[in-house]
């Protein structure tokens, strides 16, 4: 099974989002199943086969969460993240901004959904191959 080490090390090459596909590719090659990011503090949960789980520790303090969403905002954001315009820490703060309280990624899928705090889907992303 996958170690926090090896995605670890697989997402620090991930500069933007611009690098977020192959990223993707590389922690499936290794196992991860999904995982489910929490904006908060972002401490991820990845899932791999036979219900195995391991959980990473939170990256930074943690961010207020916008009490509702702004779809349209979030997506302004988020586009400029793909496109290599923030880092990971900078979309986290827009995310908290406009209401994002976490993403789930499932890899069998490839798609990444954003929830708000009341687990209402606010966008589904297919994730392109790299």
Partial sequence: MFTIEQIELAHSKVKSGAEFPKYIQEIKEIGVTAFETCVIDSHTEYFGESD??????????????????????????????????????????????????KWLVRLDKMTCTYYDKSENEILVEIIPTA
């Fill in 52 to 101: 195995f789980k391991a959980k990473s520790k939170p990256k930074y303090q943690e961010l207020e969460i916008a009490n509702s969403s702004d779809k349209v905002e979030f997506i302004h954001y988020l586009k400029k993240h793909q496109h290599g315009e923030t880092d990971y820490f900078t979309f986290c703060q827009h995310c908290a901004e406009t209401g994002i309280e």
